[in-house]
């Protein structure tokens, strides 16, 4: 760390955006708090990859914890801001040279039909509890909501975090149906590919009476957001960028023998005994990117279970304004947020869950590429080292900028630093963590996490 560390950054969120941002800060002498809401700091990668993602979990989890053991870091777990710690206190009061807001998108989107929300629970699901779940369902320390997995689950979305929720489907009834005639195999297996697997054991999977879970999805198959067109494409780039989409989602159906329905929106809930019992959804007419519902066309789609996963916004936190569903953050390369000095956006929670872009870090053809290996449907040996590389440089980007404006800054004197130091210590105590990041992340790493 440079001189005295004259400088003091508080970072929200220690995971991907987190972590780039704290090690950038730390590499220009600055000192950086990571307050971090979990006891450890992987975000998305531990509670949204789904589990089955081994090595690149077990990757991602190497590189934060080599960004957070940085010198000049000090890790903050188990604080929430918001509810731990006060955000207008915190960001006006508090003394940090800046503040960097990196606490990604955890609030799934409404699923917009009025009602829905009485319905949480009972029938109707949300991915992003479900997929933490699922993540940590076999662990003996777990004691949040335990969600059922019923064929012919209905799944509303479209874009790759339903097509995890889908597969999450699949894998649990067909494993329990094989399980059911005697037959062991496990997600691991299953997640090669369904047909495969089912075959490897001499079954037809047909033979099994698995229905299949439904997608649908509000526009055409060929919009679904699994690949993008680069900026300013050609109608030739589109219909390609059409074509890669189509052929996407019928390798992940050939693999996983789920159901698709496109150009359908929900249009309300059907509710029996006080739980919903499927949706009511009309046919789409679609102009441009707009899906309007063609009078007349509405059907019900019954279904034991409904699972909402058409995207995640950031959590609404008590202080801080919203336009919309997001932050009022500037449109600028540095996002900042207009209602405090200093205090700047990196990562998802800027703009909700990273859009599979086409960046200047990854041309298309290795992004689909990633993509493809990512829905298990590429071929070969997965590799999917370097798919979070866009959301590493930009909020690798955005830390530079913020450590030069800190930078330019008068210095805080010394004994500023001393008490702003003393109260991150005191946060650290509070939450138990007294040593250091190493033996703190050995103690509170679940002995059984898969
Ligand atoms: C196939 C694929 C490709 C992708 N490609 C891209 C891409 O090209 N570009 C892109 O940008 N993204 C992409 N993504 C998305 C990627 O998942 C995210 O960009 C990245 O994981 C988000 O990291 P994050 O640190 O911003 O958010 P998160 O991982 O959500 O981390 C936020 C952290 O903040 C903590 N936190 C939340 N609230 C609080 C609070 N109030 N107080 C304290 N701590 C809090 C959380 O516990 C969490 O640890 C891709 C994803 C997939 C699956």
């Given amino acids: 760390m440079a001189e005295n560390g004259q400088y003091f950054v508080a970072v929200i969120g220690g995971a991907i955006s987190g972590s780039v941002a704290a090690e950038i800060l730390a590499d220009h002498g600055i000192r950086v708090a990571v307050i971090e809401q979990n006891k450890r ?36 777990p188990s604080t929430k801001l918001g509810r731990d710690v006060d955000f207008q206190d915190f960001c006006r009061n508090w003394g940090f040279s800046a503040v960097i807001l990196a606490n990604g998108a955890w609030r799934d989107r409404d699923l917009g039909v009025p009602g829905a929300a009485e319905f949480v629970d009972k029938g109707l699901v949300y991915q992003n509890p479900f997929i933490y779940w699922y993540n940590h ?13 019923p064929d012919e689950t ?7 975090a339903s097509i995890d929720v889908v597969k999450v489907l699949q894998l649990e009834n067909y494993e329990r149906a094989m399980k059911a005639r005697g037959i062991q195999t496990d997600m691991h297996e299953l997640e090669k590919g369904i ?26 198959e060929a919009d679904m957001p699994l690949a ?26 050939d693999k996983y023998l789920f159901r698709v329905q496109d150009r359908r929106l929900t249009t309300g809930l059907i509710v029996e005994n006080g739980r919903v019992a499927g949706l009511r959804v009309a046919e789409t007419k679609i102009e441009g990117r707009k899906a309007e519902p063609i009078p007349g066309s509405e059907k019900e789609l019954r279904a034991p279970l409904v699972i909402s996963s058409i995207g995640s916004v950031p959590e609404v936190l008590p202080g801080v304004a919203m336009k919309g569903e997001y932050y009022t953050f500037t449109d600028e390369d540095l996002p900042r947020y207009t209602g405090a000095e200093r205090v700047f956006g990196v990562g998802n929670v800027v703009t909700g869950q990273g859009n599979i872009r086409v960046s200047l870090v990854h041309s298309q053809k290795v992004t689909n590429h990633l993509i493809e290996h990512y829905m298990g449907i590429g071929d070969g040996k ?14 690798a980007e955005r830390a530079k900028a913020v450590a030069d404006g800190v930078q330019s800054l008068p210095a805080l ?31 509170v790493t679940p002995p059984d996490l898969e």
């Fill in 195 to 220: 047909p495969a697997a089912c075959k490897a054991h001499g079954i037809n999977p047909q033979s099994l009476g698995v229905k299949g879970c439904l997608l649908i999805y509000r526009r055409r």
């Fill in 154 to 160: 209905l799944v509303v979305g479209g874009g790759l």
């Fill in 382 to 395: 997965r590799n999917l080292s370097g798919m979070y590389a866009p959301a590493e440089a930009r909020a």
């Fill in 41 to 76: 700091p992987y975000g998305k990668i531990e509670d949204g990859l789904p589990r089955w993602h081994v090595e690149q979990r077990k990757q991602e989890y190497g590189r934060i914890d080599a960004r957070l053991k940085k010198p000049g870091v000090y890790f903050v």
């Fill in 413 to 443: 004197p010394p004994a500023e630093v001393a008490a702003l130091e003393q109260r991150i210590r005191g946060l650290q105590q509070r939450a138990g963590y007294t040593s250091d990041y190493d033996s703190w992340i050995a103690k």
């Fill in 228 to 253: 993008q067109p680069p900026d300013n494409a050609t109608p030739e780039q589109v219909a390609k960028t059409e074509q890669v989409r189509q052929k996407m989602l019928r390798l992940a159906r």
């Fill in 137 to 149: 369902k076999n662990e003996k320390s777990y004691d949040g909501p335990r969600y059922e997995t």
